[in-house]
């Protein structure tokens, strides 16, 4: 995932691992540094769900991500669970969420 917050009052983009507010308007960041971290958490949990072939549990991890933070690497995850089992979720779907990325 990104290290770069962009401010939703702004555009400016923040560094996410700060604790400080927007540099330009300075916005507190704080709460969606919150959500960033706990999407990059489901990631990790999807890749591990991956590594033990456990797709739903995987799909389930990249589903919660990607509800958090809609990132390319969220999509990427719900695909590779999707392609792994079709019950998983639809890799199509998952595969335009990725940008073509
Ligand atoms: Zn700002």
Known sequence: MSDELTCPACRKVNDWDSDQPCV??????N????????AVREQSRAREALRHQDWR???????????????????????????????????SLWLARTGGN
């Open 24 to 29: 330009r308007c300075e916005a507190d960041l």
């Open 31 to 38: 709460t969606l540094r919150t959500i960033q971290v706990a």
């Open 57 to 91: 549990a995987a799909a389930e991890h990249a589903a919660r991500s990607w509800n958090l933070v809609q990132s390319p690497e969220s999509a990427r995850l719900g695909f590779l669970a999707a392609l792994a089992d079709s019950s998983a979720g639809e890799p």
